[in-house]
Structure formats: structure tokens, C-alpha cells
């Protein structure tokens, strides 16, 4: 099976504008996780989407949030980008068993964005 | 809330040697812990994960051990290889945060030299 991907796989942004970022899941995996990896606050939970509702969230002000499309493909959205937006951008797919408990992860490449 | 610590932050063997990287988690309802790997660039790489049901787990050169009551668990890898030779980051997640929601430790860096 192929893996999960993302695109773009780097983005250059400045401040105050948005960006959508995509990723396809491992085909069958109906779960998509995103995280946010910095040197500083290391990789963080955003949020995780599952059958189009998002199931899981992090601490993350408004300004990210995501959705999920019937084919289980996900997308996430950052407005108003500040510098500290900065970041690798990674999501991950698993598929869903009993939903009492945590299903092993898979990540894509990630995508890096830059603001400016 | 819920916290996974990670120890040693950077860790140098010969190859050869045994490495041994140790995580506390905070939430006592944690029951599923992986190990990611992830080299320069790369994606983390799932390398092994134990349930709480499960006191040790192990694949090969790599084994994972979970002390429920002590709230930690260790990856052992033997005989290192340069290959080995990355960031790894352990992490926890569980009923009171959410199923799929990991918590990250905040890596190691591994260094295997020749």
C-alpha cells in the first residue's frame, strides 16, 4: 500500500496570510491525526479528524482547524499566520478499530512551512 | 494535564553498545505507548509500541518494557549499528485525553559511532 502523503511538501507564507495543507491517508485508514513538530515545543497534538467529525483536539487557538472529506482525505487551514506558525507540519493516519483504544499511528513526510 | 518526559536528551554508544531511553507519563490511564524513530528530514518512523496489558515486547535488536505502577517505560536497543543513529521519540495516549491523541516525550538524539 502506499504510504501516507502530503502536499505541499514546503510552503513559504508571510504574516497574517492563510494556508491549506493536505493529506491522503493510507488507503482503508479512516483516522487522520495532525501534529505540529518545532525545535522549541517538539511535536504537539493539533487535532484528529475521523468519518468527517473531528473526534480529538489539542491546544491550538482557532486560527488551525481541519476537516476531513468522505474519501478520508484531510485538510488543515491556518489563518492570520504569525511567525511562530512556523513549522513541520505532520499528519498521521491509522485505522480505526474498537474506538476504546489508540490505533498505531502512520506518518506522512509532513509539510514544511516557512512565514515570513 | 498530560506530560511524557523523556531522558537522556542526547546519548552517545559505540557501536556495539546497548542504548536505553527512558519516558514518564503523568496520566495514569495511558494504555497504549509507541516508539518513533526519525532521521534528518525524514518522517517518524513507528519502530515498536506496547499496550498496557503487556509488561515487555520485543522485535529483534529492540525491546520495550513498561512499568505500569512507576509510570514509565524504556526502549533498549542492542548491539548499535550507525544506522540506529537518529532522533527517537517516545509517547503515551489513553482514555482521558482521547484515543489517538498522542503525547510526545521531547526526543533523543542518538549517536552510534563506528
Known amino acids: 500500500k502506499a504510504g501516507v502523503t502530503q502536499t505541499p511538501r514546503y510552503l513559504i507564507k508571510t504574516r497574517g496570510q492563510q494556508v491549506t495543507l493536505s493529506c491522503s491517508p493510507i488507503s482503508g485508514h479512516r483516522s487522520v491525526s495532525w501534529y505540529q513538530q518545532t525545535p522549541g515545543q517538539g511535536l504537539q497534538f493539533l487535532f484528529e479528524y475521523f468519518s468527517e467529525t473531528q473526534r480529538n483536539k489539542g491546544n491550538f487557538p482557532g486560527r488551525f482547524s481541519g476537516r476531513q472529506f468522505s474519501n478520508s482525505r484531510s485538510e488543515m487551514n491556518v489563518s492570520t499566520l504569525e511567525l511562530g506558525d512556523s513549522a513541520l507540519y505532520l499528519c498521521a493516519s491509522s485505522f480505526p478499530g474498537s474506538e476504546m483504544i489508540t490505533d498505531t499511528q502512520y506518518f506522512g513526510p509532513g509539510t514544511r512551512l516557512t512565514v515570513l | 494535564g498530560e506530560n511524557v518526559e523523556q531522558h537522556p536528551s542526547t546519548l552517545s554508544v559505540q557501536e556495539g553498545d546497548s542504548a536505553v531511553i527512558k519516558c514518564t507519563y503523568s496520566?495514569?490511564?495511558?494504555?497504549?505507548f509507541p516508539w518513533y524513530k526519525q532521521e534528518l528530514g525524514k518522517r517518524p518512523q513507528l519502530i515498536i509500541d506496547?499496550?498496557?496489558?503487556?509488561g515487555e515486547k520485543k522485535d529483534q535488536r529492540i525491546a520495550v518494557t513498561l512499568n505500569k505502577t512507576a509510570k514509565h517505560f524504556s526502549l533498549h536497543i542492542t548491539e548499535t549499528q550507525p544506522e540506529d543513529s537518529a532522533v527517537y521519540f517516545c509517547a503515551a495516549s489513553g482514555r482521558t485525553g482521547g484515543y489517538n491523541k498522542l503525547i510526545f516525550g521531547a526526543g533523543t538524539r542518538l549517536a552510534v559511532h563506528p
Open positions: 506496547i499496550r498496557s496489558n503487556v
Open positions: 496520566d495514569s490511564a495511558s494504555n497504549y
